[in-house]
């Protein structure tokens, strides 16, 4: 089945995102000097980077100060034929987050999964290395359904901080293994 990112649901998210930044980000921020990256989705010929068009063209934006991130080679292809004036980044958003020297004012995941371990470490990232400006706009997207128990738990504790001051309640070392947290903040720690 050929999915299509032009649906109601997604134009709807797309408003919503545009009305946010136009409200948060543009008090302080002028349009042409916003920086953006996103992941601009190429699933079909002629629909490219729908959240291009309908979030950043229509609040000015400058297609130039958008950097499109796209870890499939078809779809970064058909991106860089799509000739958007964007620059289209062939790489899994993490990789590019490790490496970046720029800072951005939007950064945009529409992830088309679960928050993966994978995609929480962007967010680390993100964090670690400072590449969201002051005042900048973080926006995630992932599917919440099909969790198990473990990983609704592991979810919730991401975010406590727990998992870096310990927590003598914390089961999900027993359940994910041993030094899970540790071997995280370790490797993280040494990237930023
Ligand atoms: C949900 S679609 C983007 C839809 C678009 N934002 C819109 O509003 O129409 C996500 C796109 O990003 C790509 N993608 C997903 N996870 C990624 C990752 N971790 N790094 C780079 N690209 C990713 C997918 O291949 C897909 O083309």
Known sequence: MVMSYNDPKKHEARVKMREFIQKYLFSIKKPLQTKVVCFP???????????VKEVYDSLGIPRANVVGLEYDANKAQRLERANLGIRVVNALDAIFFEKTGEK??????????????EAVHSLELIAGRQVLQPYGILCTNYAAKRESKALQLLMFHRWTRQDIIGDPNNKLDDIFGGNFYKDRVEKLRRII
């Open 41 to 51: 989705g190429a699933e079909v010929e002629g629909e490219e980077a729908l959240e």
């Open 104 to 117: 951005f004012d939007v950064i945009s995941l529409d992830y088309t999964g679960h928050q993966t371990n």
